[in-house]
């Protein structure tokens, strides 16, 4: 447990990371605050992820849409203003978007 101060992010002066999916092309934008990490996330138009996913998050779409994917076959479809929230080592899963799509993800050691 961590104790976190009050403060704002201004995503804007955020350093993004690019991160090559098997198609397509992620942009990170991380605040790591001790074993809690948020990140502001931006998919490019036909992105897929490039592996099955077995961490933990809550995601938040704040623009567009995309399918989460769960390496069972079951596809979840995601738009503007939904979420899903998944603990470590539950659910494998994967986003894919065809147009693109901006989140917010946070996870961190409280969803183990």
Not at 18 to 25: C, K, N, Y
Not at 39 to 60: F, L, P
Not at 67 to 84: A, D, H, P, Q, V
Request: proline letters at 2%; aromatic letters at 10%.
């Amino acid at each position: 447990m961590i104790t976190i101060p009050f403060q704002t992010i201004d995503w804007s002066e955020i350093e993004k990371t690019e991160h090559p999916g098997e198609t397509g092309t992620a942009y990170w934008q991380t605040l790591q605050l001790g074993g809690l990490r948020i990140r502001k996330v931006t998919y490019s138009e036909n992105y897929m992820a490039d592996h099955w996913c077995q961490k933990g998050h809550i995601v938040h779409c704040l623009e567009g849409d995309f399918i989460s994917e769960l390496e069972n076959g079951e596809k979840f479809e995601l738009s503007k203003g939904m979420t899903y929230v998944v603990s470590d080592d539950i659910s494998s899963h994967r986003s894919i978007t065809t147009k693109g799509v901006e989140l917010l993800i946070i996870d961190g050691d409280f969803l183990k």
